[in-house]
């Protein structure tokens, strides 16, 4: 059975920072592009940042420079550093893990940046 589990969500003041995790079970972890998405309300899931199983990056605009995505595939595990956060980020973030036609979702974790 396939699970990816987030954690690391939380409320935080702008311009603070949050570290998330996601961490995986029951696929070949290491092959996996993972990535992170989010979705705020009232808005559409976007793809916030991904990483290969080759360690290609990518960002959607608006994170670049204060987000950083990375992996451990020795514990199965993929991170998103959040610094600078804005109330713009305030979304519930997801994980997701895509190999060819395997595509697997967490559950979601809330991010909510306010003062």
């Known amino acids: 059975q396939v699970q990816l589990v987030e954690s690391g969500g939380g409320l935080v003041q702008p311009g603070g920072s949050l570290r998330l995790s996601c961490a995986a079970s029951?696929?070949?972890?290491?092959?996996?592009?993972m990535g992170w998405y989010r979705q705020a309300p009232g808005k559409e899931r976007e793809l916030v940042a991904g990483?290969?199983?080759?360690?290609?990056?990518n960002y959607v605009d608006s994170v670049k420079g204060r987000f950083t995505i990375s992996r451990d595939n020795t514990k199965n595990t993929v991170y998103l550093q959040m610094n600078s956060l804005k109330p713009e980020d305030t979304a519930v973030y997801y994980c997701?893990?895509?190999?060819?036609?395997?595509?697997?979702w967490g559950k979601g974790t809330l991010v909510t940046v306010s003062s």
């Open positions: 997701n893990a895509h190999y060819i036609r395997q595509n697997y």
């Open positions: 029951g696929i070949i972890f290491n092959i996996h592009t």
């Open positions: 990483i290969t199983s080759c360690g290609n990056i």
